[in-house]
């Protein structure tokens, strides 16, 4: 039971402290949906979400009403697209009329994304899995909410470097393909590792096959509240900060927790996960970096700066297992530069720099997220950043990702605005020196050892 000094906290929290719901995802199963006749496909698509969806923003919008917590999103995850369409697709252009079927039912829906065009292919390609892939480029170029991600390894079966190598030109062309929007199709592309079947932020959310015909999963958000109360215990050790962290991310889940299950018992779907992720957003107060900051890092970036991750990582894990049975999806710390004010400033001033990212993904819940580089780093370079990225996932059986922005036409020193929550990002960045014949040789990296005795 909530007590009256829990519910004036959770309101303090959210007046002052920037606490949020980020997303109340649906999680839509299309399996059913699969046949051999495209325009068959697209039309039952399009029924089902419409269906199911139909009363998930104004929903949102009530809970938020009733009980006074925002809920910034409200969004949608399918069944990966790739296993849904591979009967009726035969060449990319026929992936793409999937594509405009899921922006036309989450427009009508009122979601503002829509995750779950991918393909998982972390052993091997179908081909109906490289047709969606080399489809992604034209597919995002023409929707506007339309997410994709494609799963290229994993600890138990090594890495695919057939795929790898693919999607450093998939990323490259899709830069090109909406280079008069700032490249803003690489926004809502993921590489993964490791991906999770249940997360529920974008752009890597898909519904995964192990998962029920339809689940809510909630993603919640709060860097301003554990800034706050880190404030608090300045010059306190170790424990103490770590105990702050934990009761702080506590509180956070269960505020989560009430508005999972209460969008679960209004619309009728079963309750999935939570996902306590400390997810910011480019306003002032309400990021990672600051709490990385406050933990006594001059500038994100400086040494101390993964220690300080991998703890604060661990801590937000630790708090929400305590308030939830379901805690899942990604949990624990984001990084994305171009959604966090601190991140930003650290980029600008030359405290962080790829290198340090890529240090820090070893600990934090993703991987390299949102990051600009110049627009003439080449498909075999960025193929070679996601295999150092997926590796790092391979090896440690976490999740990693890769969301890379090359711009065409700008460079280092520049920066590049896709507004809203993605917000603004300075052009970071890469290394001169090639790894084009590592990339050229293909085939798989194989699985490592301890993964085949588990």
Do not use: W
């Amino acid at each position: 039971m909530i007590n009256i000094y829990e519910v004036n906290e959770t309101n303090n929290m959210i007046e002052h402290e920037k606490l949020d719901v980020r997303t109340i995802t649906m999680g839509i199963s299309l399996l059913d949906c699969a046949d051999s006749d495209l325009d068959t496909v697209n039309e039952k698509i399009y029924k089902k979400i419409t269906t199911l969806a139909k009363n998930l923003v104004s929903t949102g919008k009530d809970i938020e009403r009733d009980f006074g917590i925002p809920i910034v999103n409200k969004r949608i995850s399918v069944t990966p697209i790739a296993l849904v369409g591979g009967s009726a697709c035969k060449k990319p252009e026929d992936f793409v009329t999937i594509a405009k079927t899921l922006d036309k039912a989450a427009k009508e829906v009122g979601v503002n994304f829509i995750g779950g065009y991918s393909a998982l292919v972390s052993k091997g390609m179908t081909t109906a899995d490289k047709n969606l892939i080399l489809s992604i480029p034209e597919a995002l170029a023409t929707t506007d909410r339309v997410c994709s991600s494609i799963n290229v390894g994993s600890t138990k079966t090594g890495l695919n470097m057939d795929a790898v190598e693919l999607m450093g030109r998939i990323v490259t062309e899709t830069a090109q393909a909406t280079k008069d929007n700032d490249s803003l199709g690489c926004a809502k592309l993921v590489v993964f590792c490791n991906a999770p079947d249940d997360n529920p932020f974008m752009a890597g959310a898909f519904h995964g096959v192990t998962e029920a015909d339809a689940i809510i999963n909630v993603g919640v958000s709060g860097p301003g509240v554990v800034k706050v109360a880190l404030e608090k215990v300045r010059g306190e050790n170790f424990e103490v900060l770590c105990e702050t962290i934990k009761k702080t991310a506590f509180k956070i889940t269960r505020v989560g927790q009430l508005v999972a299950q209460e969008a679960s018992k209004r619309l009728g779907i079963p309750f999935g996960i939570i996902d306590l992720s400390l997810a910011p957003t480019p306003a002032v107060g309400d990021s990672v970096a600051e709490i990385l900051e406050e933990i006594g890092l001059e500038r994100v970036g400086a040494p101390g700066t993964t220690a300080a991750l991998a703890m604060l990582n661990d801590q937000v894990k630790k708090g929400g297992v305590m308030a939830s049975s379901y805690v899942g999806g990604l949990s624990g710390a984001f990084i994305p530069v171009s959604e966090d004010a601190g991140m930003i400033a650290a980029v600008e001033r030359g405290s962080l720099t790829l290198e340090k990212l890529e240090a820090m993904t070893c600990v934090c819940s993703v991987g390299l997220d949102m990051i600009a580089i110049p627009g003439d780093v080449t498909a075999e370079t960025i193929s070679a950043i996601i295999a150092d990225e997926a590796a790092i996932g391979m090896i440690n059986n976490k999740t990693t990702a890769v969301r890379l922005i090359p711009v065409p036409g700008k460079t280092v020193g520049e920066q590049v605005e896709f507004g809203g929550l993605l917000g603004y990002a300075p052009i970071i960045a890469v290394s001169k020196f090639k790894a084009d014949a590592f990339i050229a040789r293909g085939g798989r990296i194989p699985a490592p050892v301890r993964s085949l005795t588990n």
